[in-house]
């Protein structure tokens, strides 16, 4: 049986369930076969650290859109600019990789449960809405 494991304090706790997305997939391989020091742990948010956990989400998401904008503009302005249009458009393409790449800084990942349409809901509400 996998311990559950809050992302934020690192307590062994109960909380809201991590989504298993590519990255946490990408950081368990390299635990794994890498570094041989894979732990398995169940990863959750917990009561306490949730607050902690929205605003670090809503960082990440703003950044990540923020960060694929300039990617996208600096693209612009490259092929744009450029006499070498095939070139431009393939360092274009780099340079929206590289602005993607850099708003993984600040990942934090998804949680299991969906948040309903009406605004973020903390888990004390969750709890009550199953």
Same mark, same amino acid.
């Given at each position: ?7 934020? /304090? ?27 020091? +894979? ?5 959750? *948010? /917990?009561?306490? /650290? ?22 996208? *503009?600096?693209?612009?302005?490259? *092929? ?14 780099? *340079? ?13 990942? +998804? ?15 969750? +709890?009550?809405?199953?």
């Amino acid at each position: 049986m996998k311990d559950d494991r809050c992302i934020i /304090c690192g307590e062994k706790k109960n909380g809201l369930s991590v989504r298993e997305d590519y990255m946490i997939q990408a950081i368990r391989w390299f635990k794994k076969n890498v570094t041989k020091n +894979e732990r398995g742990y169940a990863l959750v *948010v /917990c009561k306490s /650290c949730y607050p902690k956990y929205a605003k670090a989400r809503k960082k990440f998401e703003n950044r990540q859109l923020l960060y694929l904008i300039l990617g996208v *503009v600096f693209a612009a302005v490259l *092929v744009y600019a450029s006499v070498d249009k095939p070139l431009a458009i393939l360092y274009g393409m780099l *340079v929206i990789l590289f602005m993607f790449l850099l708003s993984l800084l600040t990942y934090m990942p +998804e949680l299991e449960v969906p948040i309903a349409a009406g605004g973020a809901k903390g888990p004390a509400e969750q +709890e009550k809405a199953s």
